[in-house]
């Protein structure tokens, strides 16, 4: 789900997720050198150079030039180049993770239905709109990098996985207080609004004026607060 609130951090994490979890990653990412903060700039670095021309422009040699430090330093911190775009996409799903954190209806006096709605929108206003439009398609592109890749479609497969954890911390404190078959069926529901909200901003991005996603969020939260009891 590609927002900032403050809250407890997430039971998982895209660390967890994207690096753990499998063969992913060389002894470079494990703390097995001093890190100075370079692994940090590298990847901060990459980020930027996919958001203005795409994954193909993203070599290390540009890479280290965007970072204003020799070629070598980049092959002595990563294997080489799709080592250092996993990491790219680990990073670009901490934020997200870390900008999308549950408010408890119960606390603030809301009903379902408002708290549905000012959860979606505010995720979209931080992790959208307040954002660089190429770092928002850079997230797409290396999607499809993956899915492109034997070799890598698993980190496309662990990135949405992330985004379903995400959505299931954020619609969870909800559902538990509607009387509906969405309370029922907690994990079709966390895959629902990750799939909205994936496509509203693909199709924000793609077709600002002709994509309301405020309209979206309101229609969506709704429907869900009236949904009618299971028979």
């Known amino acids: 789900m590609t927002g900032v609130c403050l809250g407890q951090p997430p039971r998982s994490t895209v660390q967890d997720i994207l690096v753990h979890d499998g063969p992913m990653t060389t002894d470079r990412n494990r703390t ?38 020799p070629p070598g330093l980049v092959h002595y911190w990563f294997s080489g180049k799709d080592e250092l775009l996993t990491e790219v996409v680990a990073s670009l799903l901490r934020e997200v993770e870390q900008s ?32 660089d439009r190429g770092r928002q398609i850079a997230i797409y592109e290396l999607t499809t990098w993956a899915l ?18 995400t959505a299931t911390r954020l619609i969870g404190p909800v559902t538990d207080q509607l009387s509906t078959p969405v309370a029922d069926a907690p994990d079709a529901l966390a895959q629902l609004v990750s799939a909205l909200f994936d496509g509203v901003t693909l199709a924000w991005l793609a077709d600002p004026d002709g994509t309301d996603p405020d309209a979206i969020f309101d229609l969506f939260s709704r429907l869900l607060a009236a949904a009618p009891p299971a028979p």
């Open 32 to 69: 097995t050198k001093d890190d100075d903060g370079r692994r940090t700039q590298l990847v901060a670095a990459a980020t930027r150079v996919i958001s203005q021309g795409g994954v193909a422009a993203a070599s290390t040699r540009r890479v280290a030039s965007e970072a204003g430090v």
């Open 148 to 165: 492109r890749s034997e070799a890598h479609a698993e980190l496309a497969q662990r990135q949405y996985s992330a985004y379903r954890e």
């Open 100 to 131: 999308a954190v549950a408010t408890d209806p119960q606390a603030t006096g809301e009903s379902p239905e408002e708290t549905i709605r000012a959860q979606f929108r505010r995720a979209f206003d931080n992790v959208v709109r307040s954002d």
